[in-house]
């Protein structure tokens, strides 16, 4: 169990610094750090000055070193756009995507996984198809627009649910501030989630039902009906926990990604959190915020994935035993 | 009275374009402590025989006439529910691999126990008391500490005593085994037959065994029922059934089985099975294309020649050098084939045989020990021209005749690929024309190149493979269990034509085979091989007569006896 | 063994044409036993044809600037109060005519999409064959690239590669480029799924023994993997493309409405759907709801053209 944590453990450090070397070549090679820096009317002096004194005439490796100790400490330089500390910009802003991360995949797992089972069991009833046809139309609405519809109905057609902004929210600390202690802060979560959520949700339950139907099919389980078992003892018992394996993996892999999609979410909703920053540093080419942002958002997925490859390994004892 | 009576069964398959009848009118009884061989080849209809009974047919499968009563009670139109009650309680079923019958994530333990008390009104510890006497009984040794192991844990072999227990823990009064050791190994599949016969008579259970082997059902039944294309053609005791067929269909296929006892010169041809060959307009091989394939260099001394051949390969991998992990799948392996003669190579799955076959052929490269081809130091060569006429003069048909086509090129391109890659013929004319001959010539008909691998049949399939690898002209031909996927009859005329084509264009052969009656049929001289290494290597009617090494003479005591074969073949 | 054993044809019979063969396969059966999915098939060839004869059936041509006129601006559809019957669909804040908006947007959306999907495919298949059929170091190194971006979404590594290629540029023409740039940024997000799906398959067809034969014949590797492997491993990518055709459509409407796409002088639909949005909480609806359905419906026609083919080319569904 240890080696393998550990194994996976090395893994996970590799990928993040594979996306610091991504993370530093575009902070150091995309457009000149120190243009972006200084006004247009600084001398060619002050420009070598400022050159000299970030580092960039040192050699590579050790710019890239500095770069990955200064990420590990929070320290991803200031931003061009707003000539701030990109660690305080991010930290206002990180409680509101995690709080509308963590609500959407709680809402696509919960409503997910049980669509997903019934679906897949009862392939032919008239309320797996209604699931079906409506998880269809779920992909095929982008995002935004699921965004867009929903503020049009609740928010400006029956004035339900404010459309923008996270309401009140309440200071936990000196560096966390929480929506979920006042009204206005759930009121305000509910379309953001549910927008940002839908997507996960039907992929969660196609998935369940598609690996239900494979595992059916298995040779195990026609021996488990030759045995006698009843059906509920075949389905819950031996279905489930076989189609579980496939869908952690790729459901962490979806989890991962809600953080992501929260850019969409953010814009659509005005949401104050990290997605909404990172894209208008991708409109103004405000390399030191999309930097940080890959590197915070791969740390966030990795992280995951690191979580998602424990429980796989906690669930198959074929992995279990290979490793001792 | 019968534990199992099926009365004039009839099975269809409603398909889209017709409807397709698997089982036609089939009747046959079962007595408790008996054991009824269903014999026939594939597309007979055996296992849907099987799955009829136990009510898991296969969709849109139906019975359609008949029924089937088991104790008198009629079973074949009881409802889903009803049904799966009688499932594991009263009817136990094996099935051919146990390497997928069993759930992987949960415990020996939890399964057998499920079962148990699905079945009976045990609790927890009484039915795990249950299934500890019904591994020891199944002989798992250890069965204590097994009990808490995962199926991936346990050998195939054991896994199928496993599925066993668990088709026993109900005490049914009927089992139905459908190929329960066709994935085993012979050495496996005698023991799994002996254990089935002893619980069968301790338990005084009735079982029915599916199979395709002859072998199987000499050594283990007390009754047969031969099917042909989902008819019953003949049922009787085993013993005459075997010994004095008397249908026409049970004659042909008896004859076709390989004999371990005697070599005969060609299988007997069997007129009642014969797959539609279109009759072969001869060539000429004295002037034709095909004919200048004995055109080769004489050489002095042997044709191939290993040397101290070994593979190795890395099962795990690893930074440090310390924790990788290897197989040596060949161990310093020797032997020469001289020009001209069939080479036999047997053992069972993991002796190496293949492995040996492919680092011939230039699949693998040996991480040890020379492989001389023609005076050729094969592993030496570094230009590819020479490694390309290398090739030519060495071809190989595979086992698998569902595999080795591929799928999406019509045959004339599969077998005129090779004709074109080394330039053997001037014009695309003449290309057309050659292949037109070969398919011919292997009894396909030339009007075969029109069409693709999926519309023949698997010996059909194995006759393109086998003119593909001729379409080089080669000198020398490496077939790996060129019949073991086919039916014993189309295996009878795979292994004629073999025959054939080597008298006729002086081919050298090195067979491979699991099969020691095949094998004695086919070569000349034979090494057994085990785990990689080579056990005995002789003259081939002398390793039968007089084995020199122990695994040789176990091997041959494995073989299912087939004295009552033997009386009906003889007469 | 059940039915599977009847494959016997008899060789003396005529290879029927391909036509028959194509008419007869179970494929063609299956596609016209859904009814769903003729319809999706139907929806979609509409689509098609309305974006290529867009010219030709709109009303008003968007791009013609002399003939708008900012008095036409945020017409409602024809059948609400206000309606005017020169603008079916109502016009949007420059007063451009809606319905002519969509149809060229629908050009350009599919455009984008099309040609994204080709270039990701082409990407995904070549790397994942040779990463398949060579094996070794050349395998890991792309499998672990691959790794490494599928941990992120494709609209993320498309956000930050057009970052980037502005970063490099500069405010280069965005008229003439931003097209371009969308292509790549789609492509390089989405060929790792046909990587991993290729490499997978590839893993399995080279093991196979008409491979083998193949190799033992002498071909050479680069035409055993064109000629043999290829055509063996298409079967699930054309379910991909179909379903990635889909994404690409949305994530490049995405894209726009995010304002990294295209820009409002060439709107895709996301474009329209973005000018829109501003327009929603003042009631005019339309400009943006109109641009998305029309999105909406080509996405799911799509969607389900793909999910049949998946279900159709899955021989274990069988």
């Excluded at chain 3, 965005?174 to 997978?200: D, G, K, N, P």
């Amino acid at each position: 169990m240890l080696g393998f944590a550990l194994r996976r453990f090395v893994q996970a450090v590799i990928v993040m610094l594979a996306v610091a070397l991504i993370a530093f070549s575009m902070f150091r090679f995309v457009g000149d750090p120190v243009n972006q820096m200084v006004g247009m009317e600084t001398s060619i002096e002050a420009r070598e000055a400022l050159r000299e004194r970030l580092g960039l005439n040192d050699p590579l490796p050790l710019q890239f070193t500095r770069f990955v100790t200064n990420a590990a400490q929070f320290d991803f330089g200031t931003s061009y756009q707003f000539r701030q500390p990109v660690a305080d910009l991010f930290a206002k802003r990180i409680p509101a995507t995690l709080e509308l991360s963590f609500t959407s995949a709680l809402f696509a797992l919960l409503a997910g996984i049980p669509m997903g089972i019934y679906a897949g069991l009862n392939r032919e009833s008239w309320l797996s198809k209604l699931f079906l046809s409506v998880s269809l139309i779920g992909i095929s609405l982008p995002t935004f627009f699921i965004g867009i519809l929903l503020i049009f109905l609740f928010s400006v057609t029956l004035q339900w649910l404010p459309s923008f902004g996270r309401g009140d929210v309440v200071e936990i600390g000196s560096w966390w501030t929480t929506g979920f202690l006042t009204v206005s802060g759930l009121k305000a979560l509910i379309l953001p989630s549910i927008t940002l959520g839908l997507y996960q949700m039907t992929l969660i339950m196609r998935l369940i039902r598609a690996e239900m139907l494979e595992v059916i099919r298995t040779d195990y389980i026609k021996f488990a009906r030759a045995r006698g078992l009843s059906n509920r003892a075949i389905y819950l018992r031996h279905a489930l926990k076989n189609t579980l394996i496939p869908v952690i993996t790729i459901t962490g892999l979806q989890l991962g990604s809600i953080i992501a999609f929260a850019t969409i979410t953010e814009t659509v909703f005005q949401w104050p959190g990290m997605g909404l920053l990172f894209l208008q540093a991708v409109q103004n080419v405000d390399i030191p915020v999309m930097a940080a942002y890959l590197i915070l958002t791969a740390f966030l997925f990795v992280s995951i994935n690191f979580i998602v490859d424990i429980l796989y390994f906690l669930i198959d004892p074929r992995l279990r035993v290979k490793q001792a | 009275m019968s534990v199992l009576s099926i009365n004039n069964l009839t099975v269809r398959f409603p398909g889209r374009k017709s409807t397709f009848t698997a089982v036609e009118d089939v009747s046959l009884t079962l007595e408790a402590g008996k054991i009824l061989g269903v014999v026939g080849e594939s597309g007979a209809g055996k296992s849907t025989v099987g799955n009829a009974v136990i009510g898991l047919l296969q969709e849109p499968g139906r019975i359609t006439a008949g029924e089937i009563r088991l104790d008198g009670d009629r079973i074949d139109q009881m409802p889903e529910a009803s049904l799966r009650k009688l499932r594991g309680k009263r009817i136990g079923m094996i099935f051919q691999d146990p390497l997928t019958s069993l759930d992987p994530l949960q415990t020996i333990e939890a399964q057998l126990v499920e079962t148990i008390r699905v079945h009976l009104p045990l609790s927890p510890a009484q039915a795990r008391e249950r299934a500890l006497e019904l591994l020891k009984a199944v002989g798992i040794p250890g069965a204590e500490d097994r009990l808490s192991q995962y199926p991936h844990q346990f050998s195939g072999g054991m896994r199928q005593r496993v599925v066993i227990a668990l088709a026993l823990c109900a005490e049914p009064e009927l089992i139905i085994a459908d190929e329960p050791t066709t994935a085993l190994d012979v050495s496996i599949q005698a023991q799994i037959l002996d254990l089935l016969r002893k619980l069968c008579r301790e338990r005084n259970v009735a079982m029915m065994v599916i199979t395709h082997d002859m072998g199987v059902i000499a050594e283990l039944t007390d009754q047969v029922a031969v099917m042909y294309r989902g008819k019953l053609v003949e049922l009787g005791p085993t013993a005459q059934v075997l010994g004095h067929p008397s249908h026409a269909y049970t004659k042909s296929l008896i004859s076709a089985v390989p004999r371990p006892d005697i070599k005969v010169e060609r299988f007997p041809s069997v007129s009642y099975i014969e797959e539609e060959t279109p009759p072969s307009s001869a060539i000429d091989l004295s002037t034709h294309w095909l004919g200048k394939t004995r055109s080769h260099e004489p050489v002095t001394g042997p044709l191939l020649s290993l040397s101290d051949l070994s593979m190795r390969f890395e099962t795990r991998s690893s930074v440090f050098p310390s924790r990788r992990r290897y197989f040596d799948a060949v161990k310093s392996v020797s032997f020469d084939i001289r020009e001209g003669e069939t080479f036999g190579l047997v053992g069972e799955s993991g002796s190496g045989k293949s492995t040996i076959a492919r680092l011939i052929t230039g699949l693998y490269h040996p991480t040890g020990g020379s492989i001389r081809f023609a005076g050729q130091d094969l592993t030496a060569l570094k230009e590819r021209k020479q490694i390309l006429a290398m090739r030519r003069q060495m071809q190989m048909i595979f086992q698998d005749p569902f595999s080795s086509l591929n799928a999406r090129m019509r045959v004339s391109a599969i077998v005129a690929e090779p004709i074109r890659l080394h330039r053997l013929a001037s014009s695309n004319a003449e290309v057309a024309q050659i292949v037109a001959d070969l398919l011919d010539h292997v009894g396909l008909g030339a009007a075969a190149g029109d069409k693709f691998p999926h519309e023949f049949s698997g010996g059909q399939r194995q006759r393109i493979s086998i003119a593909r690898a001729l379409a080089t002209r080669p000198r020398f031909l490496v077939c790996d269990e060129p019949t073991s996927a086919l039916d014993v009859s189309i295996q009878a005329q795979i292994l004629n034509l073999l025959k054939d084509l080597q008298q006729e264009l002086g081919l050298t052969m090195l067979f491979i085979s699991h099969d020691l009656a095949v094998i004695r049929q086919m070569c000349d001289r034979v090494a057994v091989m085990r785990n990689g290494e080579l056990c005995e290597l002789a003259d081939c009617e002398g390793l039968f007569t007089s084995p020199g090494h122990a695994y040789t003479r176990q091997l041959l005591t494995l073989m299912p006896s087939m004295e009552l074969l033997a009386a009906s073949q003889q007469g | 063994m059940g039915p599977s054993g009847q494959d016997q044809t008899s060789s003396a019979a005529p290879a029927p044409s391909v036509l028959r063969r194509v008419l007869d396969s179970d494929l063609t059966h299956s596609f016209l036993r859904s009814k769903v999915t003729v319809a999706a098939a139907t929806g979609t060839l509409l689509f098609v044809l309305a974006a290529i004869l867009a010219p030709m059936i709109a009303p008003h041509d968007p791009f013609d600037l002399a003939g708008l006129s900012i008095m036409d601006a945020r017409i409602p559809p024809v059948w609400m109060e206000y309606g005017e019957p020169r603008f079916l669909l109502g016009t949007d804040d420059q007063g451009r005519d809606l319905l002519s908006g969509i149809l060229y947007g629908l050009r350009i959306s599919l455009i984008v999409g099309i040609c994204s999907v080709f270039a990701a495919a082409a990407i995904g298949i070549s790397l994942g064959l040779v990463a398949g059929y060579a094996g070794g170091k050349i395998d890991a190194l792309i499998m672990r690239i691959a790794d490494v971006q599928l941990t992120f979404p494709a609209i993320l590594i498309a956000l930050l590669i057009d970052g980037a290629v502005r970063g490099i540029f500069g405010n280069l023409d965005r008229e003439i480029f931003s097209f371009w740039i969308l292509i790549c940024s789609l492509a390089l997000s989405f060929w790792v799924q046909y990587a991993r799906t290729v490499r997978s398959s590839t893993l399995v067809e080279k093991n196979k023994e008409y491979v083998q034969a193949a190799r033992v014949i002498g071909i050479p590797s680069v035409i055993i993997m064109i000629r043999h492997i290829l055509p063996n491993v298409l079967g699930p990518v054309f379910v991909i493309a179909t379903i990635n055709l889909a994404l690409a459509i949305v994530t490049e409407a995405t894209l726009s409405f995010l304002g990294v796409g295209m820009p409002s002088t060439q709107p895709s639909l996301g474009t329209l759907i973005s000018i829109g949005n501003d327009f929603l909480y003042s009631g005019e609806w339309w400009i943006a709801i109109f641009p998305g359905v029309a999105l909406a419906v080509l996405v799911l026609n799509v969607n389900l053209l793909g999910d049949w083919l998946r279900d159709a080319l899955n021989p274990k569904l069988r």
